[in-house]
């Protein structure tokens, strides 16, 4: 178990999460009036690789598949001239993977829900880069089939996370294409965990609370989500293809937890457009 040496109060902790949250909704409420909206819709499907590991269920690892839905929504705001863009992900995954002696199946799966704010600029040579933060809720839990005592564990966690996008916009024989990475870092949140040995029961129904609500950092869950995406067009269409790799790791009240998942992304993109009337429809669009 990680020590924590952190002098920070758990209610300064709360205030501080409470205050960044309230700012980071209710701030950019007014870009709501705009009615010169322009968005881009994505929604990929995911196919690849688990390994996880829960030392709450089973000291072992187990290996699967997994498969995954995301929803991604772009718009840009009318702050600083649109370069403040917001983004709103909805992620859920389903698991199925199995332990090294292929003896036990564990199922896994979470839904996770993210909000966030970059400002954006372009580079002479058509790259966009866009640099923010967000906040980030998540919920799931894993089912062991062998375990007879204590066979599931939830997954609860919320936090602010920082973010970095570089997409670049560009054109083979006339078509455009557009190349996108992003990567997510949580840094401070607050996570739901069992103490070691210590049953659901004693927590719900006996009412023992033993420091279930953990602080959460990067030194006792570094966790990090990229993905690598490419747009292109077919018969007036666009499609998206990608890699995505989420990494969540743990190790809280004697507990070690882990889930890397790889996965190979092919969906499609749509961008939507509401304009005011006598507004010209061919007027110069961004890129997300």
């Given amino acids: 178990m990680i020590p924590t040496t952190n002098k920070i109060t758990k209610p300064t902790v709360l205030k501080a999460l409470c205050l960044w949250g309230l700012l980071l909704f209710v701030l950019p409420a007014r870009a709501q009036t705009d009615l010169n909206r322009y968005t881009t819709h994505s929604t990929l499907f995911g196919i690849g690789h688990l390994n ?14 997994q498969g995954s839905i995301v929803h991604e929504k772009f718009r840009p705001t009318h702050w600083l001239d649109g370069r403040i863009v917001t983004q709103q992900k909805t992620e859920g995954y389903l698991g199925l993977s199995k332990n090294p ?55 609860a966690r919320t936090g602010l996370y920082a973010s970095g996008i570089a997409a670049y916009p560009f054109h083979i024989r006339k078509q455009p294409f557009q190349i996108r990475y992003q990567i997510d870092l949580p840094f401070c949140g607050m996570m739901f965990s069992p103490n070691y040995n210590q049953s659901y029961y004693e927590i719900f129904t006996l009412g023992n609370y033993d420091h279930n609500i953990r602080f959460i950092h990067p030194g006792n869950a570094p966790t990090l989500y990229q993905s690598l995406t490419l747009d292109f067009p077919i018969k007036g269409f ?51």
């Fill in 101 to 155: 002696a292929q003896s036990a199946s564990a199922i896994s799966g979470s839904l996770s829900y993210k909000i966030g704010w970059h400002y954006s600029w372009t580079l002479a040579s058509s790259l966009r880069l866009f640099a923010g933060g967000g906040i980030q809720m998540l919920a799931g839990g894993v089912y062991n089939t062998r375990n007879g005592n204590n066979p599931a564990q939830a997954l």
């Fill in 238 to 288: 666009t499609f998206r293809v990608g890699y995505g790799c989420d990494i969540e790791q743990s190790r809280v009240n004697g507990i070690k937890n882990h889930s890397y998942r790889h996965s190979f992304l092919i969906g499609y993109v749509k961008d939507f457009y509401f304009l005011k009337r006598k507004e010209n429809r061919h007027k110069n669009l961004p890129n997300f």
């Fill in 52 to 65: 996880q590991m829960d030392t709450y269920l089973s000291p072992f690892e187990y290996e699967g598949l």
